[in-house]
């Protein structure tokens, strides 16, 4: 039985191609956060690291919001 985190693919070579087959398993891939989850794990990164870092984006996120508010409330 399959755990969640696994990605069953069936994919028929003479259908799509090697490359064809290629992308749908990239996109498979994307969809499933394979990618996104091996970029979490490859190295540690102590929680203060992480804390810091969430912290900051949202910072970021939050003075990019307020410079699009700015923007368009300027507009004539």
């Known amino acids: 039985m399959p755990n969640d985190?696994?990605?069953?693919?069936?994919?028929d070579g003479s259908k799509y191609?090697?490359?064809?087959?290629?992308k749908k398993f990239k996109r498979l891939c994307e969809s499933a956060g394979v990618l996104k989850e091996y970029?979490?794990?490859?190295?540690?990164k102590k929680p203060s690291v992480?804390?810091?870092?969430?912290t900051e984006s949202a910072?970021?996120?939050k003075a990019?919001?307020?410079s699009k508010f700015r923007r368009s409330t300027y507009k004539v």
């Open 5 to 11: 985190s696994s990605v069953k693919i069936d994919i």
């Open 17 to 22: 191609g090697v490359e064809g087959s290629l």
């Open 50 to 54: 992480r804390k810091k870092e969430k």
């Open 39 to 44: 970029r979490k794990r490859k190295e540690f």
């Open 59 to 61: 910072q970021k996120r």
């Open 64 to 66: 990019k919001e307020a």
